[in-house]
């Protein structure tokens, strides 16, 4: 009987032993995929932002500012920094001086946005009036 009961032990040893390292072997595969993807919460509202800064460059429309400008900032993070954004700098490096291409393009304030149609907007403005002025649609 003691041999059957020590049977029976090593067995269920054996069983406990392979689900400890079944469930070892899942959570780090869980871990390690984990680790490669984009976070779930960020990656929808990027790519997003990313379309309707594509779009808004599409149409035409320009942001003009100036690295120092903090309602430009302001505009920027609205946008999530997009490297679609359709933005031009308009301050030299030192930031004494304005570019040739805003000087060009008359803009007297920061920041300033030209339209496709050639209307002006200055200042901070939602993505609902961009949404508007650019007939780009904002994702849901």
């Not at 032990?9 to 079944?22: L, M, R, S, T, Y």
Request: include cysteine; charged fraction near 20%.
């Amino acid at each position: 009987m003691t041999k059957e009961k020590n049977n029976k032990n090593g067995k269920q040893n054996i069983f406990v032993i392979v689900a400890v390292i079944v469930v070892l072997i899942l959570v780090g595969a869980f871990m390690i995929s984990r680790k490669n993807l984009p976070s779930l919460s960020q990656t929808p509202a990027s790519s997003k932002m990313d379309v309707f800064a594509q779009c808004l460059k599409d149409s035409g429309a320009k942001f003009y500012g100036a690295s120092w400008c903090s309602h430009c900032q302001n505009q920027k993070k609205l946008l999530e920094e997009s490297k679609n954004m359709p933005y031009v700098e308009c301050a030299t490096s030192d930031g004494n001086k304005q570019l040739q291409i805003c000087t060009d393009n008359k803009i007297e304030g920061y920041p300033t946005w030209i339209f496709a149609d050639g209307s002006r907007q200055s200042g901070e403005i939602s993505l609902d009036i961009l949404s508007q002025k650019t007939d780009c649609a904002l994702a849901q």
